[in-house]
């Protein structure tokens, strides 16, 4: 695990989505969080806007085999990613996919207010089973909790429901906690693949110690 920072804020998975060997990450990312994604995570780093916004951590979730993304999304942004994985793009009530999306290899979980439709567009890309809930007592799912095929953690204010739907779903245990000092949104703090993570510089011992925990590094 390792601290990072990136322009300017330790809010750094506001900037990049991870998956198992790949990273795609703001322009205006700091090249030394780039090198730190690479280094820890062993992924394939590239440099997008997504609907030409910096934010490409909250419009943009990914696993293995596919990715969501804000139906917002520029034709060439989404040609990137489509040249290495599937590709669904969200409606734009659910534009921020990254924070309605919170997915593994093994399953998915999605804003409850995702219509039939949407999920079963989630489910082709992701090609995983989607199931519609709250975590944490929110609806953008994808915010408050980061998963990966080893483990997840949840924002320190989930139930036992929460944490057994993620169980059930994901199939991976996890562990509820805090990242950047306090902070619930954990998405926005993280990131993370079977291989490692890295975290906000401002998150405490006794957090990163919860996250090696429910993530299983």
Do not use: W
């Not at 322009?27 to 916004?53: C, K, M, N, R, Y």
């Not at 520029?74 to 921020?96: H, Q, S, T």
């Amino acid at each position: 695990m390792r601290l990072s920072r990136s322009a300017g804020t330790f809010n750094i998975g506001v900037s990049a989505a991870v998956s198992e060997s790949l990273a795609f990450v703001s322009p205006d990312a700091d090249p030394g969080f780039v090198q730190d994604l690479g280094e820890v995570l062993g992924v394939e780093t590239h440099l997008t806007t997504i609907s030409g916004s910096h934010v490409a951590g909250s419009l943009l979730a990914m696993n293995s085999q596919g990715a969501v993304v804000t139906g917002l999304a520029e034709k060439g942004e989404v040609a990137l990613i489509e040249g290495r994985l599937r590709v669904a793009r969200l409606p734009d009530c659910l534009n921020a996919a990254g924070n309605n999306v919170l997915c593994n290899d093994r399953g998915a979980l999605i804003n409850p207010d995702a219509d039939r439709k949407t999920m079963a567009a989630v489910a082709d890309a992701l090609g995983v089973e989607v199931v519609g809930t709250e975590l944490a007592g929110v609806k953008t799912v994808g915010s408050v909790a980061v998963a990966t095929n080893k483990g997840c953690v949840v924002s320190i204010d989930a139930t036992p429901d929460d944490l057994q739907i993620v169980k059930e779903v994901l199939h991976v245990d996890a562990v509820a906690t805090t990242v950047n000092h306090g902070s619930h949104y954990l998405a926005a703090g993280i990131l993370a693949n079977t291989k490692g993570a890295v975290v906000g510089d401002g998150t405490t011992p006794i957090e990163m110690g919860r996250i090696e925990d429910g993530l299983m590094l």
